[in-house]
């Protein structure tokens, strides 16, 4: 997607979300950039949950889980910094700062899929994906507030 073309879909989005009053709520452009951060996350959930199932077979949880949530951080990483937050400077500061918070985020998804797996004995799927949802929570607000703003 060019950019102009983003700029068109981000203004359409940002009308969209005063008109269904979000404005009460939050700025139209933050609400935005909390859908681009979801549906890329979405698409690093995807991703995360795919390379888990691949490797669990193959290697202990916490291994193939580890993998499965580098592989996705980094892709959204790359996502993020050039969709969501426009980000193109301090490429590796900001990189540092994504992995630093998404270390935080690990740390949680790491604890969800361990009790889900562990204690809960939920299927698979439904513990890596619990996982992700608590993990990505924590990495948006500590992407808008610390590793991907200016």
Request: proline share 2%; aromatic share 14%.
């Amino acid at each position: 997607m060019t950019d102009s073309s983003l700029a068109r879909v981000e203004a359409g989005l940002e009308t969209a979300a005063e008109r269904v009053g979000v404005g009460r709520f939050c700025r139209p452009a933050r609400a935005v950039r909390l859908f681009e951060f979801g549906a890329v996350g979405s698409s690093g959930a995807i991703l995360n949950v795919l390379l888990l199932l691949a490797l669990l077979g193959d290697a202990p949880y916490v291994v193939s889980a580890f993998v499965a949530f580098f592989g996705a951080a980094t892709w959204t990483f790359a996502l993020n910094s050039r969709y969501t937050f426009a980000a193109t400077d301090r490429l590796r500061r900001r990189f540092v700062r994504y992995l630093g918070v998404c270390t935080f985020g690990y740390v949680v998804y790491t604890a969800v899929l361990t009790v889900g797996l562990q204690w809960l004995a939920v299927p698979q799927w439904l513990a890596s994906l619990s996982a992700v949802t608590g993990g990505g929570l924590c990495n948006y607000v500590g992407c808008e507030w610390y590793a991907l703003t200016s």
